[in-house]
């Protein structure tokens, strides 16, 4: 890949779990932030005034556009990686920023250098049990699936596996979940009589 652009799917996925807030506020860090995730620096021009949606979008195309380059310069071999890699790797880098990307996990910056895709999976993982912020965990788990190129999509409903047992003509219903940090389907049996 010679020049990466985000794809008009992984914005709008930034923006869902950044969601459009029209004031100034502090997020789970500390930060002073608005529209969809656009942090306050000493050079911002906006003040302390409401935001339309549109200028929270404006805002963000100009964020997005400035942290590409960085991005790319904190990603070895980023050349190496899919389209889908480097939207789930862009995703992690503007949610966390570029300190947290480079500094805080040795072993994803590891992974990145080696090509080890299954190191960079597992170190996904910025915030992933955080207590405060449990939406981390399902923001890393799609991040995660992306990079595997998984086609899952968080916002469809979990269907639930039914089986039929003949011998007492009953319904199991097994809700399936994803154990952390692994990615297998188990789940609690209910029994319901046939009706």
Same mark, same amino acid.
């Not at 996925?13 to 004031?23: C, D, G, L, T």
């Not at 005034?49 to 380059?69: C, G, M, T, Y």
């Not at 889908?84 to 995703?91: G, Y």
């Not at 049990?129 to 981390?136: A, F, I, Q």
């Given at each position: 890949?010679?020049?990466?652009?985000?794809?008009?799917?992984?914005?709008?996925?930034?923006?869902?779990?950044?969601?459009?807030?029209?004031?100034?506020?502090?997020? #789970?860090?500390?930060?002073?932030?608005?529209?969809? #995730?656009?942090?306050?620096?000493?050079?911002?021009?906006?003040?302390?005034? /409401?935001?339309?949606?549109?200028?929270?979008?404006?805002?963000?195309?100009?964020?997005?556009?400035?942290?590409?380059?960085?991005?790319?310069?904190?990603?070895?071999?980023?050349?190496?990686?899919?389209?889908?890699?480097?939207?789930?790797?862009?995703?992690?880098?503007?949610?966390?920023?570029?300190?947290?990307? /480079?500094?805080?996990?040795?072993?994803?910056?590891?992974?990145?250098?080696?090509?080890?895709?299954?190191?960079?999976?597992?170190?996904?993982?910025? #915030?992933?049990?955080?207590?405060?912020?449990?939406?981390?965990? /399902?923001?890393?788990?799609?991040?995660?699936?992306?990079?595997?190129?998984?086609?899952?999509?968080?916002?469809?409903?979990?269907?639930?596996?039914?089986?039929?047992?003949?011998?007492?003509?009953?319904?199991?219903?097994?809700?399936?979940?994803?154990?952390?940090?692994?990615?297998?389907?188990?789940?609690?049996?209910?029994?319901?009589?046939?009706?």
């Amino acid at each position: 890949m010679e020049k990466y652009t985000p794809s008009e799917s992984i914005l709008e996925k930034i923006r869902e779990y950044e969601k459009f807030v029209n004031h100034w506020y502090k997020d #789970g860090n500390g930060f002073w932030t608005l529209g969809y #995730g656009h942090k306050k620096t000493l050079n911002d021009t906006v003040d302390n005034r /409401k935001i339309s949606e549109q200028q929270a979008l404006d805002l963000f195309n100009n964020d997005v556009n400035s942290r590409v380059v960085t991005f790319l310069n904190a990603t070895p071999n980023w050349q190496k990686f899919n389209q889908s890699e480097l939207d789930a790797l862009f995703d992690l880098f503007y949610n966390i920023g570029e300190h947290a990307y /480079k500094n805080k996990s040795p072993k994803l910056q590891l992974g990145l250098k080696t090509m080890d895709k299954q190191m960079i999976i597992d170190n996904m993982d910025h #915030g992933y049990n955080d207590t405060k912020n449990p939406g981390l965990r /399902k923001r890393r788990d799609f991040e995660r699936n992306l990079f595997k190129g998984s086609t899952i999509k968080l916002e469809t409903p979990i269907r639930f596996n039914k089986i039929i047992l003949p011998q007492d003509n009953t319904i199991v219903y097994i809700p399936p979940r994803i154990a952390p940090k692994f990615n297998k389907f188990g789940g609690i049996i209910t029994k319901r009589r046939f009706q």
